[in-house]
């Protein structure tokens, strides 16, 4: 009865897409949750997460991959002239990559995952992505983002959160540009902050950050993207609307 009702309300909000979209030319993004994320999320019948069972989240990436690439196939139906995005959202591996999750009894921690396994389970999703035609970014806006390993794995891009970058990250981002991968880098805040926000300051922030690189606008002007931190469901319409402006503005200030 779930898998029904969740067919039908996705089925409900791709048809009112399609009906917006009429026409359309262009890039079209969408989200789902990436499978390390998923694990460490995702309870089994007795209660503890996914992520202890490996067998199970072998299973659950698996499905997901079959699920996505289904979804993209749906999607360049009913938006042939999109240049489809598919982004992968992973907050919590970094905290699977250090086994800092706890398990059901609050007692112990989920083990680590070792980088090679964390990088082959994302990499069936991606592979899948790029099967069905998609380009891919995978978001992480957690501290210490994996980059390397992300890139590893297939992704096209990264989107990451700039206030949670130290130093050993950036110097990823800085490696990901050189070899020609995308950043999405995260600059505009996710919720309404309570001092005013204009463009001049995000943008002052963002040239600091490739100051700081050795890296001019130039230098990355087909590889960066401007965007919010984080996801905006909980923002607000204005909110919404004025992240999204913001984050126009300042491309086109660096551009």
Avoid: M
Avoid at 223 to 245: F, K, M, Y
């Amino acid at each position: 009865a779930d898998l029904r009702r969740a067919r039908s309300t996705l089925g409900r909000d791709l048809d009112l897409v399609e009906e917006l979209t009429q026409g359309y030319v262009g890039p079209f993004k969408v989200q789902v949750t990436g499978p390390w994320t998923l694990a460490a999320t995702v309870e089994r019948p007795r209660g503890d997460l996914v992520l202890g069972d490996h067998g199970a989240r072998r299973d659950l990436a698996q499905s997901l991959a079959e699920g996505v690439a289904a979804h993209v196939a749906d999607l360049r139906r009913r938006l042939p002239g999109a240049r489809l995005l598919v982004q992968l959202d992973e907050p919590a591996l970094p905290a699977v990559l250090a086994g800092r999750l706890p398990t059901a009894s609050g007692l112990r921690r989920h083990r680590t995952v070792e980088p090679h396994g964390a990088s082959e389970t994302l990499g069936w999703v991606l592979a899948a992505v790029a099967a069905a035609g998609a380009e891919s970014v995978v978001h992480c806006c957690a501290a210490e983002p994996p980059v390397a390993l992300l890139l590893g794995a297939g992704a096209g891009a990264v989107s990451l959160d700039l206030d949670q970058l130290g130093a050993a990250d950036l110097d990823a981002v800085a490696q990901a540009w050189e070899d020609g991968h995308g950043v999405h880098l995260g600059v505009v805040p996710t919720r309404e902050p309570e001092a005013p926000t204009d463009d001049r300051q995000l943008t002052e922030r963002v040239l600091r950050t490739l100051d700081l690189l050795g890296l001019g606008p130039a230098d990355v002007a087909e590889r960066l993207v401007i965007t919010p931190s984080c996801g905006l469901a909980d923002a607000g319409e204005r909110w919404a609307r004025r992240a999204h402006q913001l984050a126009r503005t300042v491309a086109s200030n660096l551009g």
